[in-house]
C-alpha cells in the first residue's frame, strides 16, 4: 500500500487551496503520491469533535499515511497521533497553547493534557516547520514542540505563518528525503 499525503488545513479557511497549498498537492502528486487535500467540516472553528472523526472514519487514516498538517490542522495531526498509528507527520506552524485566542479555544484541542510520548511513538517521522517570524505563534511555542517530539526542524526565514508563502522547497526536499522509498 503506498504513502497518502494527507492535508489539513487551518482553522478561519473556507477552501483549502490557499497560499503554498496547491502548489504542495502538485508537487506531491509529481513525485508519485496519492494526496488528499479536502477542506473539512467545521473549517471556521476546526473543532477536534468534528476533525478528528473526520479523519478517522471518513479519510480513513491508517498506519501508511502521512499528516501534513498547517496552523490548527498540524494541532489536529498532533492530536490524532495520541491514539492512532500513522507513517508520520508535517506539523507547519503547530502551537500547544490556545495562544488566549477564543477561536483556538472552541476547538477543543487544549482541554486535555498532552501525551507527547504517545504522539511521539505512534508514528515514524515527524517534522516540524515554522517560520522565524511567526505573528501568531511565539518561537517558545515551537521550541516545547520540539523538546518534546524531537522531530527534524525546519525553521524557515522571512516565512512567518506561510499565509502569504506560495511554495515551500525545504518541505518538498524532506518529503523526498524521507518518503520516496515508499512509493
Known amino acids: ?7 489539513i488545513h487551518g482553522n478561519d479557511t473556507l477552501h483549502w487551496a490557499h497560499a503554498y497549498a496547491p502548489w504542495l498537492k502538485n508537487e506531491l502528486e509529481a513525485l508519485g503520491f496519492e494526496t488528499i487535500f479536502e477542506t473539512f467540516p467545521d473549517s471556521i472553528i476546526a473543532r477536534a469533535q468534528y476533525w478528528l472523526p473526520f479523519l478517522k472514519d471518513i479519510l480513513k487514516v491508517t498506519e501508511n499515511d502521512v499528516l ?17 498509528k500513522i ?3 508535517i506539523l507547519i506552524s503547530p502551537c500547544y497553547t490556545d495562544l488566549n485566542d477564543p477561536l483556538e479555544k472552541q476547538s477543543g484541542y487544549y482541554d486535555t493534557p498532552w501525551d ?3 504522539i511521539k ?3 515514524t517521522n515527524i517534522a516540524l516547520v515554522y517560520g522565524d517570524e511567526d505573528p501568531y505563534i511565539l518561537q517558545e511555542e515551537f521550541e516545547f514542540i520540539a523538546a518534546q517530539l ?10 512567518k505563518h ?18 520516496s522509498s515508499h512509493l
Do not use: C, H
Open 87 to 89: 507513517k508520520g507527520s
Open 68 to 84: 501534513i498538517g498547517s496552523s490548527s490542522g498540524a494541532v489536529a495531526s498532533l492530536r490524532f497521533a495520541e491514539s492512532n
Open 116 to 118: 507527547w510520548k504517545a
Open 121 to 123: 511513538a505512534n508514528q
Open 1 to 7: 500500500m503506498n504513502t497518502r499525503m494527507i492535508f
Open 150 to 159: 524531537e522531530p527534524t526542524v525546519l525553521k524557515l526565514k522571512n516565512s
Open 162 to 179: 506561510f499565509q502569504d508563502v506560495t511554495e515551500i522547497p525545504e518541505l518538498i526536499e524532506y518529503v523526498k528525503n524521507t518518503y
